[in-house]
């Protein structure tokens, strides 16, 4: 009689035992690939649905008031929550409204986690928090009242995303004559996805995007890449090996592309939710004003927030965003 074959007991338990651990390791990392392409796909949906709104409003500017008090309690702030319903839930649907104060009853998280993961901070509750420099350094915003350092209102969406609003209500068309991205910035939404549910972490479920120019507004939602920068790099190739601008962000990854100056200027506002407060000097844009050896592109300077048109022979940094 020939003798059958199989697996022992203890065989069948090693195997289960090594299926385990594989499992255990494997898992994890499919797990948040799935989610970070959901949040990918929820990310550009939401960008579409606000900037189709957006686009419709004839003006961002000038909605609601603020008054500057010597007081918090003498101010009068009624800025982002009047844009929210008298502006926007006109072009967008809203299921709730939070004034400011009341941030977490939309589901705005008290804590989130910086884009480099290295700091967990305080969810940015006032214009100024998302950006010292929004009101401070070398613009004449606070002198001329063309900022204004308004509390955040939220929303929710009908699809559960939880939506703070930063608006400044004095924002300013785009024009040559002034130079500084403070005063372009109308709108800066900062959501996050699931609401407080985790990560809560920039980069993740939470991101933002910005409305710049009270007529014919520009709205964008740039991917920050981390703290990696391409080397100084002119805007143009004279023909000696210098890599482009334009294909700069490229030479690090696929993925990777040098965003316009609007872009650019989003990662300005932004500065405390990708901590970039130490970042210093101007950043090449991949807007192009005229080509040649003696043309000019903008650059963006994240020390002042102004916006200047370079020559092309200059060599700047070049910061670098997903596609």
Not at 220 to 240: I, K, L, M, Q, R
Request: hydrophobic share 40%; proline share 3%; with cysteine.
């Amino acid at each position: 009689m020939k003798k059958k074959k199989g697996f022992t007991l203890a065989e069948v338990l090693i195997t289960l035992a090594i299926i385990g651990i594989v499992a255990a390791i494997t898992l994890p990392s499919l797990l948040v690939n799935v989610n970070e392409k959901a949040w990918d796909a929820q990310k550009k949906a939401l960008h579409a649905r606000l900037a189709q709104a957006i686009g419709q409003m004839n003006t961002l500017g000038g909605y609601g008031t603020y008054t500057k008090g010597e007081t918090d309690d003498e101010t009068v702030d009624t800025a982002a929550e009047s844009f929210i319903l008298d502006a926007l839930s006109k072009v967008y649907k809203i299921n709730n409204v939070c004034g400011p104060d009341k941030l977490s009853s939309c589901g705005i998280p008290s804590k989130i986690t910086t884009l480099d993961a290295v700091a967990e901070i305080t969810f940015p509750t006032m214009m100024s928090e998302l950006n010292s420099k929004l009101l401070n350094g070398q613009h004449h915003a606070n002198e001329d009242g063309d900022v204004a350092d308004t509390k955040a209102a939220a929303f929710e969406t009908v699809n559960g995303e939880s939506i703070a609003v930063f608006y400044n209500p004095l924002c300013s068309s785009d024009t040559s004559a002034d130079h500084f991205v403070q005063n372009k910035m109308c709108v800066n939404f900062v959501y996050d996805l699931n609401g407080k549910e985790g990560p809560n972490q920039v980069g993740k479920d939470v991101g933002f995007i910005t409305a710049f120019y009270n007529r014919n507004p520009v709205v964008v939602a740039p991917a920050f890449f981390g703290s990696t920068f391409a080397s100084s790099v002119s805007s143009y190739d004279d023909g000696t090996g210098v890599v482009d601008v334009l294909a700069a962000c490229k030479t690090i990854a696929d993925d990777l592309r040098t965003p316009d100056r609007d872009e650019l200027a989003s990662l300005f506002v932004n500065s405390a939710l990708i901590n970039l407060f130490d970042v210093e000097g101007g950043y090449w844009s991949s807007s192009i004003i005229s080509i040649g050896a003696s043309g000019m592109a903008w650059v963006v300077g994240f020390d002042t927030g102004a916006r200047n048109r370079g020559p092309r022979f200059h060599k700047y940094p070049v910061m670098c965003i997903r596609k």
